[in-house]
């Protein structure tokens, strides 16, 4: 029971490049999340997705898209990378209230 | 606007002491309450959580407390240790409102030996 699981674990892009980011949960959750985590700003949600098939914008989605692949994967896709998009991104699931994150992806882009 | 506040960015205690952070919300609407640890290059783990028909729920050295009148809650740490230095996350929630959290900023505490 490997838990939320995030690739890769570091990646850095140029200005413009695209690239996606995995999430996949073992728990059998149905809601899944994505954060970004900035230095003295906490976690802030993105994208979020209550169900297989819905999807909806947390507060800072700009930037972003994601796909609710399966029950078990989350992706979250940046289309073009922007200098703003440096940070530390975290997937979550959960069943209820309680969320159970993975270890991150750490993106610099240049 | 910031629904949920942190006010202290670090704190430091001697092992062995009471470790107390606190968290401030603005929102009347939330009705449950978690606190999470960071550990540097780790994913937040989830520590102990509160529902707001309580004021109290402890596990084991760690509780948290739950003024609803001054929308504060608060989490002790008694006896801390060295192992408990991390980056402490609250965050609330509504249920109303699909169970997004909303976190603080996070407080970074320190146990010395």
């Known amino acids: 029971n490997a838990g939320v699981t995030q690739t890769p674990k570091f990646q850095v892009l140029k200005t413009g490049q695209s690239m996606t980011l995995q999430c996949a949960q073992d728990?059998?959750?149905?809601?899944m999340y994505w954060y970004r985590q900035d230095p003295g700003m906490g976690l802030r949600l993105i994208y979020y997705?209550?169900?297989?098939?819905?999807?909806d914008k947390g507060e800072v989605p700009n930037g972003y898209n994601v796909s609710r692949l399966n029950k078990r994967e989350f992706s979250l896709r940046l289309e073009s990378a922007a200098p703003s998009q440096t940070s530390v991104y975290f997937c979550?699931?959960?069943?209820?209230?309680?969320?159970?994150f993975g270890p991150g992806t750490r993106l610099l882009v240049l | 606007d910031q629904q949920v506040k942190q006010n202290s960015p670090s704190l430091s205690v001697q092992e062995g002491r009471i470790s107390i952070l606190n968290c401030d919300y603005t929102?009347?609407?939330?009705?449950?309450f978690l606190w999470y640890k960071k550990y540097p290059a780790e994913g937040p783990t989830f520590l102990i959580s509160?529902?707001?028909?309580?004021d109290k729920n402890e596990d084991g050295r760690f509780t948290v407390f739950l003024n609803k009148s001054a929308k504060h809650l608060s989490l002790h740490i008694v006896p801390s240790q060295p192992g408990d230095s991390a980056v402490y996350f609250c965050?609330?929630?509504?249920?109303?409102?699909?169970?997004?959290?909303?976190f603080g900023q996070g407080t970074t505490l320190q146990v010395k030996p």
């Open positions: 979550a699931s959960s069943l209820w209230e309680t969320q159970y």
């Open positions: 728990m059998n959750h149905n809601s």
């Open positions: 997705s209550a169900s297989e098939g819905t999807t």
């Open positions: 929102n009347s609407m939330f009705d449950y």
């Open positions: 509160i529902s707001s028909i309580k």
């Open positions: 965050a609330a929630s509504s249920r109303s409102n699909t169970g997004k959290l909303i």
